[in-house]
Every structure is written in C-alpha cells, then in structure tokens.
C-alpha cells in the first residue's frame, strides 16, 4: 500500500501542478494535461523511489522534501514568466544566478501579486501530509524491515514506470507527427512556449537539460512532416485545410520575392550632401567571393555539408539604390532597454518623437521578444541571427571564443574606425566584458572604466555625457549603446529615473506604471538630445549616422498598461511587439518611408549595405530591408511569422491571409519549414563555430 499510495500521491500533486500552471497562463488546461499525464508517471515513479530508502523517519522527511521542491520548481517558474514574460532555462539558472539581485524589487512586486497562485503551487504539501496520516493509521506494526522484499518492489515500481513512460513516448507518434505536434516538440523542435502549452512545464525543463547537455536532435522523417492550419482568407470566412503532403527544405521555394514600395521613390527628397543614387538596370548580389562547392566537398561531416548547401541557396538579396548611402560616415548604434512607441510623446520627449518622424521611417518593424530578453535582444540587433534557444547566445558566441567577422565592431575597426561600446549598468552582466569586445569593441561599462552615479537605473543622460567627449573628435568612428534608463519596473519608488522625472508626467491621463514608463524613458530622451548637441558642437553630426532599437518591448508593464498606452487593446502574438526603428541622419530632409514588415534582424545587412560593408547576405537570417528582393519577413520566438503574402499564427495554427492574389501552391507549408531551418541553422552557426569560414 505504501508504494501506491506515494505513487498517487506524487502524480496527483504533479498532475495538479502542471493543471495550476497551465490555467493560469494559458487560461486552459485540457491539451497540457493530456500528454503531462502521461509524463507524470515518470516523474512519479522515480520521487516514490527516492522517498522509499530507510527508515519511516528518513522516508518522511525526504518525500517532504521532495514535494516542497516540486512545488518550489513551479513558484520559482511562474514568477520568472511573470516578470520576463519568458520560461526559464536550465543555463540561466546555472549562469545567471550571481545577477539574480539585481531584481529583488521585481520579485517582491510579483510574489505580492500572485500569493493567491502562490497558495495553490503549495497544495500538494497537504496531499502529502494527508497520505502520511492515512498510512499511518492504516499501517500494521512490523517488526523487522525485509530488505530484499523492499528492494524488489522498488525495482518492480521503476520497471513499471519505465515501461508505461516508454509506451507513453512512443504513444505520441502514433497521436501525430506533423510540424509542431507533442510528437515534433518531444524529440525535435525546440519551442518552450509550444512545448509548456503540450507537454507540460516539468518536461519541457527536463528536454531543456537534455538540449543543453547533448544538443537538439534533427528530423529525417522529413517525408513524415506534415502540417495542419486554419486558412483565413481577406474578407472571407476562415476554412480548415489539413496539409497531407511533406514540408519541403528548399529555402529558395520560400524566400519571399519582395519589391520597394513604389511610391518610396517619390517620397525621398536627399540634400546636397546626400545626392539621390542614380538608377541602375541591374545590381550586383550582396555577396561574398566563397567557393561553397569546395566547401561542400571538403565538409568533414554530414552536419558541416548541411549547413554549407543551406547557405548556398539561402536568399540573397542586390545592391540597391541605398547602397554607400553612407559609406565613410560615422555611425552610432543604440539598444535602447525596454523601449517603445508608447515612450513617444511630441511634448516630452521631443528628441525621439523628431527622429522616429525623419530619416528612415519604418512603418512595420517588429522587435520579438526572444528567450534570454535583454541579452537575446542584443544578439539579433548585432548579428542579424536567431538566438539559440536554452542558452545565452551572445555568451556562447564568446566563450571560445567565435569569430564575428560582420559584426559592426569588427567590420568598421577594418576601415579604421575607432570602434567603442558603453553600458551604463554592471560591465559583466550577460558577460557583456566576454561578448562585446569579442564584437571587436573597446568595451566600457560601470566597473569597468565607466563612473556612473549609483542609482538603480543609472542615467543614459549622464553616460552619453561621460562618454560622447573620448570619441567625438576622433572620426572616423562607430559606437555602440546599450542603455539601461528604461529598465524594470515603472514604479517611483523603484525607479530612479521615473521618480527624478516624476513632475513631468503627473498630469498624464494614465495608470501610474504607465507614467512611470514614460518617465524614466524621458531619460532616454535627454540622453539623446545631448549626444545630438555634442555631435552638432564638434561638427560633425551631418557625418554621423544615428540607429536606435529596443531590446525588447516593455514587458515590465501590465498588459492592461499597454492596452491603455495603445488607446486599444493590443493583440498579443503580433502586435505586441511592434516597436519603432530609428535609422538618422541629420542631411536626410523628408522621410524616407518603409511600409515593408521588418525587425531587429534586418538591422544587420541593411546598415551594412547603407555603408557598403562588405558582408553576403546568405550569410544572415535578416535581410536588407530595402533591397527590391525583399518584401519583408518577421520571425517570432514561437515561430510564428509575418510576410508580405500571410500572417501564421504557432499558437492557434492560423494563416491569415494578406494578400488578394491567390497564394503560391505550398507557400505556408514550406514558408513553416523555412522558419525551422532559420532556428537550426543559426543555432549551428554557434555551435560550429561558422564564420571562421569567412573572416
């Protein structure tokens, strides 16, 4: 009776959780708890084991231990989910646990406001103080313990745990196998949002581990990978259509065939100083001499031969009329923390409200939110790559470290730029004192050559103060910002830079987490307001060119906040990661407007065009966002994506469809496919160590 008795309970409590779990986040429990029941078994099997060794007194202590854990595991992720908006990972927790501090405040803000979900994780503490009670009652007085017996039926219950956890595996093949079913996410694709959603949060961490210690497995039933959406059309009522053919692997099949917006062309009025390029029947490719053949042949394994045929027929995009534009500038790059649209204000933050409305106005960009936030956000601005997933990927990049031969501290150190980078927070926090000089930057931070003001968040005015005098007279140049004004949370009691500009938005008809936002981004403002007077000052801000993204959307606030912002409510898988692109430059005298869909990883390939840089466009995930090959491609951490013919949701599995013309026959199936290989093959650029090929 013991051993089934904490068989049940275990289950019962683990069961519970993930069902707690799923309903508070997802608001649905029935898809995650069908295939974590059949998990929960495992997990069930092996703690009854761990809490069946010695003596009633050791047993006690140890299944109340291990039940509290269980409940710990789950409080511990759902906070983190609260305060991220993202699943925490196996290398964050072994990695990132020395900066856990630093968010103290946050963490007593989301404790508070989750004790009722909070009480709940803590439930099955009671199931297993009931089950000690009811078997104490219930059991009979023996004398003397029966190892060998004892032993046996703990053999007997991991034997039959195993068997059912084994049948339970193989079970979800036979469920399905299409392109994100339990089947898919279980042995190949890395999702945790889709994962969590199918599989439950205790077996996405534990694939999570196994990811990390042995890498992602990779399809070959390819033949066998189908693929299941709900088709809406424009204008007409959604129809179901169930795809029974393969997802095929030719990138080039869905490479999207874009074109500029034709009225661009009329809009773009360029000074002397900037003279309008002259129009050209051909461009050449954006590309790099390299001999992918010989590569091919040379490759020393069948993972090495993949990658080089996948960047050998990845798209490409031209030259264009854009291209130089810039060549020989000076050129200022900004991650902006937790930046948005709704930090614009005419009146109070004028400096941004003037250089989201000239220059380059990007009408669509899209800032994804990525697994590892800050530092993830970082990574696809710089790289114009995927994050892998599970891990820090700018930190992996730096540990052998990797070669970055296109990042733009490399890239403009060559043409003898002085290339600097500054962060006005802790200097080796995501191991930015590893990463960015492994960019090729002369990297400054607090602790680390930067003096800043002690206060939580630290002021982007006073970095750009400290730091614009060591490089403004020092042409040509390129610097590269992370700032940390707009940080988490919007409070003005936790918040310096929203408390330090409190009066200035008390009069704004919005919550208190929404003002605090705009307050400490005023910071942000002034900050850039200075930099433009020093480059002015120096005289040189007509050759300077100036670029400005969020790491990721302001997640410390409450959707309801966001909601409020908008003056609507925001859609979640799309909209709310609609962010602004600042491209700048003092001599560009009417916008130039992009309508195209675009994000953080076009920032790569499109600056280095405008200062025609010699990169390849295969190279990256991104595109050059105003070449005529590129009508525009946003890629979600979900897997979601945005093209110029259809907008397909993971979650839900619908395509809605952009476009009058009919779409191209498998356009989705194989766009899905196309996704896929961009997570893969930008993990693999990591893992392999790709650019050493073509520094």
Request: proline share 4%; charged share 20%; aromatic share 16%.
């Amino acid at each position: 009776m013991f051993y089934i008795g904490m068989f049940l309970t275990y289950f019962l409590s683990i069961f519970f959780l993930e069902g707690v779990f799923a309903f508070v986040h997802y608001g649905q429990v029935e898809p995650v708890l069908l295939y974590s029941m059949l998990m929960t078994v495992f997990y069930a099997g092996v703690l009854t084991v761990l809490s069946s060794i010695g003596p009633k007194a050791v047993r006690k202590t140890v299944s109340g231990v291990l039940s509290f854990a269980c409940c710990l595991f789950y409080i511990v992720n759902h906070i983190y989910l609260y305060v991220f908006k993202m699943y925490l990972s196996a290398f964050s927790v072994m990695t990132g646990t020395g900066g856990i501090m630093t968010y103290y405040r946050e963490i007593i803000v989301a404790l508070k406001a989750n004790i009722l979900y909070l009480l709940c994780y803590l439930v099955p503490i009671l199931f297993m103080i009931l089950f000690w009670i009811l078997f104490d009652r219930s059991a009979k007085p023996v004398p003397r313990l029966n190892v060998y017996n004892d032993w046996g039926k703990k053999i007997w219950v991991l034997t039959v745990t195993f068997a059912i956890f084994f049948t339970a595996v193989r079970s979800l093949k036979v469920l399905g196998s299409e392109v994100y079913s339990p089947y898919d996410l279980y042995h190949y694709a890395e999702v945790p949002e889709m994962s969590v959603r199918s599989l439950g949060l205790m077996t996405t961490s534990r694939l999570d581990i196994k990811h990390l210690i042995f890498g992602e497995e990779e399809r070959e039933d390819e033949e066998d990978a189908e693929l299941s959406y709900v088709l809406v059309a424009k204008n007409e009522e959604s129809q179901t259509e169930t795809v029974k053919e393969p997802v095929h692997t030719e990138a080039p099949a869905v490479t999207p065939e874009p074109s500029l917006n034709e009225e661009e062309a009329k809009e773009v009025t360029e000074s002397k100083e900037i003279a309008e390029p002259e129009e050209q029947v051909e461009y050449e490719p954006n590309v790099l001499d390299i001999d992918f053949d010989s590569l091919i042949a040379d490759a020393k394994n069948d993972d090495m031969k993949k990658m080089h045929e996948f960047f050998k027929n990845n798209h490409v995009t031209k030259k264009n009329k854009y291209t130089g534009m810039f060549e020989g500038y000076n050129f200022i790059f900004i991650t902006a923390e937790g930046f948005s649209q709704y930090a614009i204000d005419k009146e109070l933050t004028p400096t941004l409200y003037r250089l989201t409305h000239e220059g380059f106005v990007f009408n669509n960009f899209y800032t994804p939110l990525w697994g590892t936030s800050t530092t993830d956000g970082e990574y696809v601005a710089c790289t114009g790559l995927i994050p892998k997933s599970g891990v820090w990927s700018f930190y992996r990049t730096a540990e052998k470290p990797n070669a970055m031969p296109f990042a733009f501290g490399t890239q403009f150190a060559k043409l003898g730029y002085k290339s600097r980078a500054y962060h006005d927070h802790t200097f080796d926090y995501y191991r930015r004192d590893l990463t960015h000089p492994n960019m090729g930057y002369d990297y400054k931070a607090v602790g680390h050559g930067l003096e800043m003001t002690p206060t939580w968040p630290e002021s982007d005015l006073e970095m750009m103060e400290k730091t614009v005098p060591e490089y403004v007279n020092d042409e040509p140049f390129h610097t590269y910002y992370m700032t940390v004004s707009g940080h988490l949370y919007y409070t003005f009691e936790g918040n310096y830079m929203s408390y330090k500009n409190q009066d200035l938005v008390k009069d704004l008809p919005y919550d208190v987490s929404s003002r605090a936002y705009i307050a400490c981004n005023i910071e942000l403002d002034r900050a850039l307001e200075s930099l433009i007077k020093q480059l002015s000052d120096a005289g040189v801000l007509e050759r300077t060119v100036i670029a400005l993204s969020a790491d990721h959307y302001p997640y410390g606030l409450d959707k309801s906040s966001i909601d409020n912002l908008a003056g609507h409510t925001v859609e979640e898988n799309f909209e709310l990661y609609k962010e602004v692109f600042i491209l700048w430059n003092s001599e560009i005298k009417e916008p130039i407007t992009v309508d195209k869909a675009a994000c953080s990883m076009d920032i790569v390939p499109t600056v280095s065009n405008l200062f025609n840089l010699p990169f390849d466009s295969r190279l990256f995930m991104g595109q050059d966002i105003l070449s005529d090959e590129s009508t525009g491609f946003v890629v979600f951490a979900n897997r979601s994506f945005i093209s110029d013919k259809v907008k397909y949701n993971s979650i839900t599995k619908q395509a809605e469809v952009l476009t009058e013309e009919p779409l191209p026959d498998d356009y989705i199936k194989n766009t899905v496919k196309y996704v896929n290989n961009m997570f893969t093959y930008s993990a693999k650029i990591i893992e392999k160590d790709y650019y050493k090929f073509f520094k």
